[in-house]
Protein backbone atom coordinates (compact mmCIF):
# COMPACT_ATOMS: atom_id res chain seq x y z
CA UNK A 1 0.00 0.00 0.00
CA UNK A 2 3.17 2.66 1.07
CA UNK A 3 4.79 2.01 -2.41
CA UNK A 4 1.72 2.77 -4.27
CA UNK A 5 0.70 6.01 -2.32
CA UNK A 6 4.41 7.02 -2.59
CA UNK A 7 3.67 6.84 -6.63
CA UNK A 8 0.97 9.09 -5.50
CA UNK A 9 3.67 11.80 -3.44
CA UNK A 10 6.14 11.37 -6.44
CA UNK A 11 3.53 12.43 -9.07
CA UNK A 12 2.88 15.24 -7.00
CA UNK A 13 6.07 16.45 -6.76
CA UNK A 14 6.58 16.11 -10.57
CA UNK A 15 3.18 17.49 -11.72
CA UNK A 16 2.02 20.10 -8.90
CA UNK A 17 5.92 21.54 -8.78
CA UNK A 18 5.55 22.23 -12.42
CA UNK A 19 2.09 23.23 -13.13
CA UNK A 20 1.48 27.10 -13.67
CA UNK A 21 -2.09 27.40 -13.35
CA UNK A 22 -3.60 27.53 -9.68
CA UNK A 23 -6.94 25.54 -8.83
CA UNK A 24 -9.63 27.97 -7.61
CA UNK A 25 -10.84 27.15 -4.47
CA UNK A 26 -14.00 26.30 -4.97
CA UNK A 27 -14.99 24.38 -1.45
CA UNK A 28 -17.53 20.86 -1.97
CA UNK A 29 -21.29 21.47 -1.36
CA UNK A 30 -21.31 18.15 0.82
CA UNK A 31 -20.50 19.03 4.41
CA UNK A 32 -19.83 15.09 4.98
CA UNK A 33 -21.21 15.20 8.78
CA UNK A 34 -21.79 12.29 9.40
CA UNK A 35 -19.08 8.89 8.90
CA UNK A 36 -19.97 6.50 6.79
CA UNK A 37 -19.51 3.09 9.08
CA UNK A 38 -16.30 1.20 8.77
CA UNK A 39 -13.72 -1.56 9.61
CA UNK A 40 -9.91 -2.02 9.95
CA UNK A 41 -8.90 -4.15 6.79
CA UNK A 42 -5.62 -6.09 6.02
CA UNK A 43 -6.41 -6.65 2.69
CA UNK A 44 -3.52 -5.96 0.32
CA UNK A 45 -5.65 -5.01 -2.65
CA UNK A 46 -7.74 -1.71 -3.04
CA UNK A 47 -10.83 -0.74 -4.42
CA UNK A 48 -9.47 2.83 -4.28
CA UNK A 49 -6.65 5.10 -2.43
CA UNK A 50 -7.02 8.46 -1.07
CA UNK A 51 -3.73 10.16 -0.46
CA UNK A 52 -3.96 13.75 1.00
CA UNK A 53 -0.35 15.63 1.82
CA UNK A 54 0.24 19.63 3.10
CA UNK A 55 3.25 21.50 1.43
CA UNK A 56 5.78 23.55 2.68
CA UNK A 57 8.38 25.90 0.39
CA UNK A 58 10.71 27.73 1.79
CA UNK A 59 13.68 29.74 0.22
CA UNK A 60 15.70 32.01 2.15
CA UNK A 61 16.89 34.51 -0.61
CA UNK A 62 14.18 36.18 -2.07
CA UNK A 63 12.68 35.12 1.26
CA UNK A 64 9.36 32.64 0.22
CA UNK A 65 7.36 30.58 2.73
CA UNK A 66 3.86 29.07 1.17
CA UNK A 67 1.62 26.40 1.79
CA UNK A 68 -0.43 24.23 -0.56
CA UNK A 69 -2.46 21.20 0.02
CA UNK A 70 -2.60 18.29 -2.46
CA UNK A 71 -4.96 15.70 -3.32
CA UNK A 72 -4.49 12.56 -5.19
CA UNK A 73 -7.63 9.68 -5.07
CA UNK A 74 -8.18 6.71 -7.43
CA UNK A 75 -10.89 4.34 -7.60
CA UNK A 76 -10.83 1.00 -9.33
CA UNK A 77 -13.30 -1.60 -11.08
CA UNK A 78 -11.92 -4.52 -9.57
CA UNK A 79 -9.47 -4.11 -6.48
CA UNK A 80 -5.95 -4.07 -7.39
CA UNK A 81 -2.23 -3.47 -5.74
CA UNK A 82 -0.78 -1.19 -8.72
CA UNK A 83 -3.40 1.48 -9.50
CA UNK A 84 -3.74 -0.12 -12.49
CA UNK A 85 -5.16 2.71 -15.01
CA UNK A 86 -6.54 0.60 -17.34
CA UNK A 87 -8.92 -0.63 -14.24
CA UNK A 88 -9.57 3.35 -13.25
CA UNK A 89 -13.54 4.18 -12.63
CA UNK A 90 -15.06 7.49 -12.39
CA UNK A 91 -16.90 9.07 -9.66
CA UNK A 92 -19.78 11.72 -9.34
CA UNK A 93 -17.30 13.76 -7.09
CA UNK A 94 -14.95 13.55 -4.56
CA UNK A 95 -13.48 16.14 -1.90
CA UNK A 96 -11.05 16.25 1.09
CA UNK A 97 -12.19 18.86 4.08
CA UNK A 98 -14.74 20.63 1.21
CA UNK A 99 -11.90 21.05 -1.24
CA UNK A 100 -13.16 19.62 -4.37
CA UNK A 101 -10.78 17.25 -6.28
CA UNK A 102 -11.85 17.16 -9.55
CA UNK A 103 -10.92 14.53 -12.37
CA UNK A 104 -7.39 15.07 -13.75
CA UNK A 105 -8.00 12.64 -17.34
CA UNK A 106 -4.55 12.15 -18.45
CA UNK A 107 -3.10 10.52 -15.26
CA UNK A 108 -6.34 8.37 -14.58
CA UNK A 109 -7.23 9.59 -11.12
CA UNK A 110 -8.51 12.75 -9.44
CA UNK A 111 -6.07 15.14 -8.40
CA UNK A 112 -5.52 18.84 -7.31
CA UNK A 113 -3.38 21.48 -5.72
CA UNK A 114 -4.84 24.16 -3.95
CA UNK A 115 -2.53 27.43 -2.33
CA UNK A 116 -4.41 27.12 0.68
CA UNK A 117 -4.43 25.27 4.14
CA UNK A 118 -6.13 22.61 6.34
CA UNK A 119 -5.45 21.03 8.98
CA UNK A 120 -6.30 17.43 10.12
CA UNK A 121 -8.38 15.06 10.91
CA UNK A 122 -8.77 14.81 6.51
CA UNK A 123 -12.45 14.13 5.99
CA UNK A 124 -13.20 12.36 2.48
CA UNK A 125 -16.23 12.64 0.93
CA UNK A 126 -16.92 10.48 -2.50
CA UNK A 127 -20.30 10.79 -4.20
CA UNK A 128 -20.72 7.83 -6.35
CA UNK A 129 -23.42 5.95 -8.61
CA UNK A 130 -20.94 3.96 -10.88
CA UNK A 131 -23.01 0.50 -9.28
CA UNK A 132 -19.23 -0.52 -8.15
CA UNK A 133 -17.62 2.51 -5.73
CA UNK A 134 -19.52 3.41 -2.83
CA UNK A 135 -20.76 6.76 -1.68
CA UNK A 136 -19.14 7.34 1.65
CA UNK A 137 -17.68 10.04 4.08
CA UNK A 138 -14.25 8.86 5.89
CA UNK A 139 -12.58 10.88 8.47
CA UNK A 140 -9.16 9.96 8.97
CA UNK A 141 -8.06 9.97 12.28
CA UNK A 142 -4.32 10.40 11.91
CA UNK A 143 -2.55 13.79 13.12
CA UNK A 144 -0.77 15.06 9.96
CA UNK A 145 3.10 14.83 10.00
CA UNK A 146 5.47 17.97 10.70
CA UNK A 147 8.94 18.83 10.03
CA UNK A 148 10.20 21.40 12.69
CA UNK A 149 13.81 21.33 11.25
CA UNK A 150 14.34 23.00 8.01
CA UNK A 151 15.76 25.97 9.67
CA UNK A 152 18.91 23.87 9.76
CA UNK A 153 18.95 22.52 5.90
CA UNK A 154 21.70 24.07 3.88
CA UNK A 155 20.96 27.06 1.34
CA UNK A 156 24.24 25.69 -0.97
CA UNK A 157 25.35 21.94 -2.32
CA UNK A 158 28.40 21.95 -2.89
CA UNK A 159 29.48 19.33 -5.81
CA UNK A 160 32.94 18.41 -4.06
CA UNK A 161 31.13 17.89 -0.42
CA UNK A 162 28.85 15.59 0.62
CA UNK A 163 25.57 16.81 1.62
CA UNK A 164 24.04 16.55 5.26
CA UNK A 165 19.99 16.76 5.33
CA UNK A 166 18.42 16.87 9.23
CA UNK A 167 15.64 15.34 9.73
CA UNK A 168 15.62 16.00 13.52
CA UNK A 169 12.30 17.74 14.69
CA UNK A 170 9.89 15.47 12.63
CA UNK A 171 7.01 13.97 14.43
CA UNK A 172 4.13 11.73 13.65
CA UNK A 173 5.92 9.35 10.97
CA UNK A 174 5.87 6.76 9.78
CA UNK A 175 8.20 6.69 7.12
CA UNK A 176 10.38 9.55 5.49
CA UNK A 177 12.10 10.12 2.01
CA UNK A 178 14.49 12.92 1.07
CA UNK A 179 14.86 14.25 -2.27
CA UNK A 180 17.53 16.04 -4.35
CA UNK A 181 15.86 17.85 -7.20
CA UNK A 182 17.23 19.98 -9.80
CA UNK A 183 16.38 22.30 -13.06
CA UNK A 184 13.51 24.43 -13.83
CA UNK A 185 11.16 21.39 -13.60
CA UNK A 186 12.69 20.33 -10.41
CA UNK A 187 13.26 16.66 -11.33
CA UNK A 188 14.28 13.95 -9.20
CA UNK A 189 18.05 13.36 -9.22
CA UNK A 190 18.90 11.58 -6.08
CA UNK A 191 16.57 10.08 -2.82
CA UNK A 192 16.82 8.16 0.31
CA UNK A 193 14.20 6.42 2.12
CA UNK A 194 14.29 6.04 6.11
CA UNK A 195 13.38 3.13 7.64
CA UNK A 196 10.13 2.90 10.16
CA UNK A 197 11.17 3.67 13.54
CA UNK A 198 14.78 4.49 12.83
CA UNK A 199 16.79 6.77 15.06
CA UNK A 200 18.56 8.78 12.43
CA UNK A 201 18.90 11.93 13.03
CA UNK A 202 20.40 12.97 9.81
CA UNK A 203 21.08 11.64 6.35
CA UNK A 204 24.02 11.94 4.23
CA UNK A 205 24.28 11.78 0.54
CA UNK A 206 28.02 11.29 -0.42
CA UNK A 207 30.63 13.03 -2.80
CA UNK A 208 30.27 10.57 -4.92
CA UNK A 209 26.73 10.84 -5.33
CA UNK A 210 26.59 14.62 -5.03
CA UNK A 211 29.66 15.06 -7.65
CA UNK A 212 26.81 13.88 -10.47
CA UNK A 213 24.58 16.55 -9.97
CA UNK A 214 25.36 19.86 -12.14
CA UNK A 215 25.65 23.01 -10.66
CA UNK A 216 22.31 25.57 -11.06
CA UNK A 217 20.73 27.97 -8.90
CA UNK A 218 17.71 25.86 -9.27
CA UNK A 219 18.09 23.19 -6.86
CA UNK A 220 15.73 22.14 -4.22
CA UNK A 221 16.29 19.89 -1.01
CA UNK A 222 12.55 18.30 -0.52
CA UNK A 223 11.44 16.25 2.33
CA UNK A 224 8.50 13.85 2.36
CA UNK A 225 7.28 12.00 5.78
CA UNK A 226 4.16 10.11 6.20
CA UNK A 227 1.60 8.88 8.82
CA UNK A 228 0.60 5.28 9.43
CA UNK A 229 -1.76 3.95 6.06
CA UNK A 230 -4.81 3.40 7.20
CA UNK A 231 -6.66 0.52 5.30
CA UNK A 232 -10.62 0.93 5.52
CA UNK A 233 -13.33 -1.55 4.68
CA UNK A 234 -16.55 0.54 3.79
CA UNK A 235 -19.68 -1.24 2.52
CA UNK A 236 -17.93 -4.10 1.71
CA UNK A 237 -14.73 -2.54 -0.25
CA UNK A 238 -11.12 -2.10 0.86
CA UNK A 239 -9.94 1.78 0.55
CA UNK A 240 -7.07 2.67 2.05
CA UNK A 241 -6.23 6.80 3.05
CA UNK A 242 -2.75 8.52 3.66
CA UNK A 243 -1.54 12.02 5.27
CA UNK A 244 1.65 13.13 3.80
CA UNK A 245 4.13 16.49 4.94
CA UNK A 246 6.02 17.67 2.11
CA UNK A 247 8.84 20.50 3.10
CA UNK A 248 11.12 21.44 0.01
CA UNK A 249 13.88 24.17 0.46
CA UNK A 250 15.51 26.17 -2.06
CA UNK A 251 18.64 25.66 -2.75
CA UNK A 252 22.28 26.56 -5.20
CA UNK A 253 24.08 23.43 -6.62
CA UNK A 254 27.76 25.40 -7.06
CA UNK A 255 31.47 23.44 -7.67
Known sequence: MRQILLTF??????????????????????????????????ANVYSGMLSFSKSIAYAKIPYQYSTS????AYFA?????????TLFIKVDSVSANNYQVPFAPFYHEYAVTYN???????IWNVTSHNGITPSFTYINPDIEPIYNGYTTLPDTIFLNKSLTVNITGIYNMDSLRVFVLLGQTLSVQLNAIVPINSHSVSIVFPQSQISTLTA????????SVESKTQIRKILGKDFGFDNWFNFSKSAVVIQ
Open 9 to 42: VIFIFVFFSCKKETAVTTKSTNSGSGQTPSQPSN
Open 116 to 122: SNTNSPI
Open 69 to 72: INMV
Open 216 to 223: TQNGQIRI
Open 77 to 85: SSPNSTADT
